[in-house]
């Protein structure tokens, strides 16, 4: 894998904390610090990853196997990081993506249980040492990140489990940013809009300041 000369920005967070809106905010960030960057998500981000992603996120009658809800998830991702991801932090560019791969431990390993060692597996054999440099976790209680996601559109086939899956789903966002502080940064999604977005401001100039300090 490459040595970056780009930065690669992640967010994260359970259903209904604002990564639509947030992500709009911290792209306009970027925008006014003069850095070429692109936008993209996952799964997805490529013709390819998204079919997969729907297949992943439509609702079906069929039980989907964990084993290959994982290995979806992990082969949408291989495409986009050689499309998308890879090319653009070689061309020095920064990449802002909407969930990468701590929503597949958050997911498919504290929602469906699957074993972390499974999944750190395939994160090294589709990543090598590809990481995040700053992975922002917009955090708020399930119960009113639900709420607001029921005014949504007709819920995806994730959106449709049960409350006791979104927590495990937070309980592993945060277990990960305890671990690995240097890269993580919990944003309180709960609060107003504009005191996100002052956080969020807040996160990004630090890591602009320790990045430009390198």
Request: glycine share 8%.
């Amino acid at each position: 894998m490459i040595v970056k000369p780009g930065k690669f920005i992640t967010v994260e967070g359970g259903e209904g904390v604002g990564k639509t809106t947030n992500m709009a905010f911290i792209q306009s960030w970027l925008e006014r610090q003069g850095i070429d960057h692109i936008k993209t998500r996952e799964p997805g981000g490529t013709p390819l990853a998204e079919d997969i992603r729907e297949l992943l996120l439509s609702p079906r009658d069929e039980a989907v196997n964990e084993n290959t809800e994982l290995l979806l998830m992990f082969a949408a991702r291989a495409q986009h990081l050689a499309e998308v991801i890879v090319p653009a932090l070689e061309r020095g560019q920064w990449v802002l993506c909407d969930r990468f791969t701590d929503a597949t431990y958050a997911y498919q390993g504290g929602g469906r249980g699957v074993a972390m060692e499974k999944i750190a597996l395939l994160e090294n054999l589709v990543q090598e040492q590809l990481r995040p440099d700053l992975t922002l976790i917009l955090d708020a209680p399930v119960a009113q990140g639900l709420e607001r996601a029921s005014k949504r559109s007709q819920p995806d086939r994730f959106e449709q489990e049960k409350l006791d899956f979104f927590e495990q789903v937070r309980e592993c966002y945060l277990s990960r940013a305890k671990k690995i502080p240097m890269q993580y940064r919990i944003v309180d999604a709960s609060q107003s809009l504009a005191q996100v977005q002052l956080d969020l401001g807040e996160q990004l100039n630090q890591f602009m300041e320790a990045s430009c300090n390198e």
